[in-house]
């Protein structure tokens, strides 16, 4: 077993056969719950991989192929995988928001994977169609705008040099795009929320300074492209 790359909250080793997934930091053991309910759910509806076994604070996955979506971002396919992006989040909102929901829900509530964008996707670097949907730890019940201002927020923060390729993103979304000040308050609330998850696993390590200056940063941005 190898560690993966682009792992970032939890360890998470590999073999190319199986994935070994092992949760740390606040609410690990909520955190594989909901994991494991949405990949048993989520089968032949999205891909997303087989839980083949669980154990303490660990999940065995099932390899699924493709290629990171950052990498293939990284080489210069903006357009391809920001239209595979907004596809699959149009048919992530279409699914029953009741597979995380006691009762009925929310009005107007759809299911948040709750980290979207190409950091979490793999792709056929062929055709650009989707092989795999990642790391549905965050998942939780909330407003459409979450997932789509957190993709735009990865392609603003981390591959900038795409920022003239979101439109294919909103395009292949088709669905109502909300005005860029709601998407901005919406990126800044995710900033928030990991700043204090970050807290509360290391109140004066690194990640709550990384998340503070990129709030920042953030909040200085305009919806100029």
């Known amino acids: 077993m190898h560690p993966m790359r682009h792992g970032y909250t939890n360890h998470t080793t590999g073999d190319g056969s199986v994935v070994v997934k092992r949760y740390h930091g606040p609410g690990r053991e909520a955190r594989l719950a909901r994991e494991r309910q949405l990949l048993a759910h989520l089968q032949g509806v999205l891909p997303v991989p087989p839980v083949l076994a669980a154990q303490g604070d660990e999940l065995t996955l099932g390899h699924l192929p493709g290629v990171p979506a950052q990498d293939l971002l990284d ?11 907004g596809r699959v989040l149009r048919r992530l909102q279409e699914l029953d928001p009741g597979v995380l929901a006691n009762g009925p829900a929310t009005a107007g509530a759809v299911l948040v994977h ?3 964008g190409p950091n979490n996707l793999l792709l ?3 055709t650009f169609e989707i092989t795999a949907v990642l790391d549905w730890e965050f998942a939780h019940l909330g407003d459409p705008v979450e997932d789509l201002a957190w993709c735009e927020w990865i392609v603003r923060m981390h591959h900038p040099g795409h920022l ?5 993103l909103f395009r292949a979304y088709d669905r109502p795009v909300p005005p ?7 990126m800044l609330a995710t900033c928030a ?19 503070e200056e990129r709030a920042r940063t ?8």
């Open 193 to 211: 929320w990991l700043e204090d998850f970050c807290r509360r696993r290391d109140p004066s390590g690194p990640g709550v300074r990384q998340w």
């Open 124 to 126: 056929d670097p062929v």
């Open 218 to 225: 953030t909040a200085g941005w305009s919806d100029d492209r």
């Open 114 to 116: 709750g980290d979207f």
């Open 75 to 85: 080489a210069g396919h903006g357009p391809q995988v920001l239209a595979t992006c």
């Open 180 to 186: 860029w000040p709601e998407r901005r308050r919406s």
């Open 164 to 168: 003239d390729a979101l439109d294919h």
